[in-house]
């Protein structure tokens, strides 16, 4: 289990975790309202569900110390895409969400890499 030792790194993770986790489950459930804008969208519902997954997954790899790094780029690629979609069908209001979702889950990604160098630095050479 990943613990980041920064407390602002560690507050955003827990909230973007559970974010992305509502957020999935939400899709993966097939929650009315999410399906259709899928399907208004134009996207197969059966993306509807690997986006859910794709959520889920990431919210998890937040926590564990190997993922941590990758899921958070990944969800950060995850959101630009819901930025286009939402840009491009709908309006900016509607793409606030996972605009804001790509700068918090940055922020984090940032301050693992700073933790990530200071740790490196401070471990001996071997």
Not at 72 to 93: E, S
């Amino acid at each position: 289990m990943y613990w980041p030792k920064n407390k602002v790194q560690t507050v955003l993770t827990v909230l973007l975790a559970l974010a992305f986790l509502l957020s999935g489950i939400m899709k993966l459930t097939g929650a009315e309202q999410i399906r259709q804008g899928f399907e208004n969208w134009g996207y197969p519902i059966i993306f509807m569900y690997f986006i859910g997954l794709c959520e889920v997954a990431g919210a998890i790899g937040m926590w564990l110390r190997r993922f941590s790094y990758a899921a958070k780029v990944c969800i950060i690629l995850l959101m630009a895409g819901a930025v286009l979609t939402h840009l491009v069908f709908d309006t900016f209001k509607e793409a606030m969400a996972p605009i804001i979702l790509i700068i918090l889950t940055a922020v984090t990604l940032m301050l693992h890499r700073k933790e990530r160098d200071t740790n490196d630095e401070l471990m001996p050479a071997g």
